[in-house]
């Protein structure tokens, strides 16, 4: 069972940057795509972007693309969120998800219903 350890979230102003971590424990040779979500109360969770761990590729949410981006230590089982540009809107609690779905639908990594791991969650409060 592959369990998700999110970190970094935290207080920052309008227009300022954070980057959050997920730690992957146990094994993650099994897991072919991490990706970032994001979730205010009464609201459901929505997603931000993500990556394939092998191959580079990244994709994310018109929201964000431009302003976010996912790298990945594979060596650590590490997946990086670098938000830059942030707004008070976007505050919320991001959730890293696995998954161990291959396809070549990029769109697929875009529902929660494809993640087979989730972490418990990260507060991000960006200030106006």
């Known amino acids: 069972q592959v369990q998700l350890v999110e970190s970094g979230g935290g207080l920052v102003q309008a227009g300022g940057s954070l980057r959050l971590s997920c730690t992957a424990s146990?094994?993650?040779?099994?897991?072919?795509?991490m990706a970032w979500f994001r979730q205010v109360p009464g609201k459901e969770r929505e997603f931000v972007g993500g990556?394939?761990?092998?191959?580079?590729?990244?994709y994310f949410a018109d929201s964000v693309a431009g302003r976010f981006t996912i790298s990945s230590d594979y060596a650590k089982s590490t997946v990086y969120l670098q938000m830059n540009s942030l707004k008070p809107e976007e505050t919320a609690v991001y959730f890293c998800?696995?998954?161990?779905?291959?396809?070549?639908?990029?769109?697929?990594?875009?529902?929660?219903?494809?993640?087979?791991?989730w972490g418990r969650g990260t507060q991000v409060t960006v200030s106006s």
């Open positions: 998800a696995g998954t161990n779905y291959k396809s070549s639908y990029s769109r697929t990594y875009s529902y929660t219903g494809t993640y087979d791991y």
């Open positions: 146990a094994r993650t040779l099994s897991v072919y795509a």
């Open positions: 990556k394939r761990w092998s191959g580079g590729s990244t």
